[in-house]
């Protein structure tokens, strides 16, 4: 995805009056750099949680092993769902919980793969599992961008969609997966 086509979306955001809370374990970051890069982030970032180590996503989290699922993307955006939803008492609220094993310096015997699981304050929930192609030589940035894309156009599709998920048999996905790099697992559309 072209730089200005995440401002475009970014200033989407801003301006649809959605609050968002994300929740990120292991990958998901480049989606936060880009938008806290671009002014205007306060009006819709409520909140963002880093659990990193083992001991945080098992003692403060109660996320078990294995750890990327979409059942644990989910309890992370339950989590953050749960402590933020009504500070503003609105009806336009996004939970996001990202939970995912990437490319690091050593070269993993597992699985390179994401869960993303998105709660709308509008009882619609999303979730998203994906595998990255080992075969594929990337890098982590260019995975953890491949991550960013499908966070920003999920986020930009339930916008048009008047906050609604509205993805019709593997739409966003089939669009995504253009590129070789990815390997959908599965894709659940909730309420």
Known sequence: MLEKEKIIIIEKIQNSHLDICVNLSGCGFQFLNNILKQSGTSKFLINVEIPYSINS?????????????????????????DKF???KNKKKFLSIGCIGS???????????????FFKASNNQEYGLHFKFNKDIKSSRKSQDEIINNFILNIIDKFIDDNHI???????????????????????????
Do not use: H, Q, W
């Open 102 to 116: 990437i490319k690091t310096f050593y070269k993993k015997k597992g699985d390179e793969k994401v869960c993303l």
């Open 85 to 87: 939803s009504k500070i």
């Open 57 to 81: 996503l098992e003692k403060i989290y109660g996320i078990k092993r294995p750890f990327v699922s979409l059942y644990n993307a989910k309890k992370l955006s339950d989590f953050s769902y």
């Open 165 to 191: 998920f509205n993805i019709k048999s593997n739409e966003l996905t089939n669009l995504m997966s253009k590129s070789n790099e990815i390997i959908i697992v599965e894709e659940k559309l909730y309420g």
